[in-house]
């Protein structure tokens, strides 16, 4: 037996880690087609698996491009949202005057739903993909700024104490001792920013699309083709999934030492 598959069979292997949910997706497609088989439920009101991956094997191309848009959109807010929150994270932790005097309007507009800011956004930046990207990059940029700045306070007074006496600098500082301290919480931001960033993508679409999982799933609604409209939004869960699996992946790779991620083995 080669290495690799030894290591895929392993206790906290691939295959050890793989099969629970893949047993419960199997169990729960199972249990949804015998209640629609039992009780007859028309497909207006839910779609049965089958008629789900008809409707996506059917003609996958127009749906897979509407899930590559706003995968685009997606992945491009939540970058520039992330960047944008950790800089201004990083202010807050380095200066308490401007935490204080910006975080209660921070949080503030965290508190704003966003089907309400995706409109004015909308307005601001057209009607185009830039808007999406907009609203994406808006609901990105909270949760990032606030782990960041909690984060970067989080140090060990012991360790600041050692690099005042070997006289680090500033960037040493924060290279060396503050940002390795506070990643476990940028990981914590950026799991909370990629729900947040295929939310927000899906309803700019909502509001104004003519392209993306939010303007099939709105026009899906409206033609009640409700096995479309479930395919399309299994397409954006499993954007999600596979979005959130990455950046679980990169948290193994850079926070190998933290409890998280030593869990999620």
């Known amino acids: 037996m080669s290495d690799t598959v030894q290591k895929l069979l392993r206790p906290n292997g691939f295959v050890d880690l793989a099969w629970p949910p893949v047993a419960a997706f199997i169990a729960i497609v199972i249990l949804w087609e015998g209640l629609i088989a039992v009780f007859e439920i028309p497909v207006y009101i839910l779609p049965s698996p089958a008629s789900i991956w008809l ?8 749906l897979f491009g509407h899930a590559g848009i706003t995968l685009y959109e997606a992945v ?30 921070v949080i503030a507009a965290n508190t704003i739903p966003v089907v309400a800011v995706a409109p004015i956004i909308i307005i601001w930046f057209g009607h185009g993909i830039g808007s999406k990207i907009a609203v994406t990059a808006f609901l990105s940029f909270f949760p990032l700024a606030l782990n960041m700045m909690k984060g970067l306070q989080s140090y060990d007074r012991t360790i600041m104490d ?24 940028v990981f914590v931001g950026l799991k909370l920013n990629v729900t947040f960033s295929v939310i927000g993508a899906i309803v700019a679409e909502f509001v104004q699309a003519d392209k993306g999982l939010g303007f099939v799933i709105m026009t899906s609604y409206r033609t009640l083709a409700m096995p479309r409209l479930w395919a399309a939004m299994l397409m954006s869960a499993l954007i999600g999934i596979a979005f ?16 998280s991620a030593q869990d999620n083995r």
């Open 55 to 62: 409707a996506i094997t059917t003609n996958p191309g127009p």
């Open 76 to 105: 491009a807010g939540f970058i520039i949202g992330s960047l944008m929150g950790a800089v201004l994270g990083t202010v807050f932790a380095y200066s308490k005057i401007i935490a204080r005097g910006l975080l209660p309007y």
């Open 162 to 185: 050692v690099f005042h006496i070997a006289a680090a600098n500033g960037p040493q500082r924060f290279f060396k001792m503050r940002l390795p301290s506070a990643l476990p919480y």
């Open 244 to 259: 959130f699996a990455l950046i679980a992946l990169l948290e193994r790779i850079f926070v190998p030492w933290h409890a």
